[in-house]
């Protein structure tokens, strides 16, 4: 069973940054994908972006493009930084696992099989 989990969200001004991380434990596969989607307060839950597991291929939402970057620290944590934070970014954050993608950058939430519990982020004006 995979288990993912996320860190870092928190309260940051408008303009600043967080740093995000999802650590992963159990069995997974060079074939799989991570993704970060969010969901704000009375809205349903978007994709943010996706990573293929080597790292070689990405994909962001365009309402984040050029402000956040997905990357991979190591086999076992993902990283969303997130510069120039607006409040509408505010939102409780996931990261989510697409089993064995071989990497496609799926953007639907139905194709993730595996969800952290979430990390709130919240950016003042």
């Known amino acids: 069973q995979v288990q993912l989990a996320e860190s870092g969200g928190g309260l940051v001004q408008a303009g600043g940054s967080l740093r995000l991380s999802c650590a992963v434990s159990?069995?997974?596969?060079?074939?799989?994908?991570m993704a970060w989607f969010r969901q704000a307060p009375g809205k349903e839950r978007e994709l943010v972006a996706v990573?293929?597991?080597?790292?070689?291929?990405t994909f962001y939402a365009d309402s984040v493009k050029g402000r956040f970057s997905i990357s991979r620290d190591n086999a076992k944590n993902t990283v969303l930084q997130m510069d120039n934070l607006k409040p509408e970014d505010t939102a409780v954050y996931y990261c989510?696992?697409?089993?064995?993608?071989?990497?496609?950058?799926?953007?639907?939430?139905?194709?993730?099989?595996?969800w952290g519990q979430g990390t709130q982020v919240t950016v003042s004006s």
């Open positions: 159990g069995r997974t596969s060079t074939r799989d994908t």
């Open positions: 989510a696992l697409d089993r064995l993608a071989d990497g496609m950058l799926r953007t639907g939430e139905r194709f993730y099989d595996y």
């Open positions: 990573l293929t597991w080597r790292g070689d291929g």
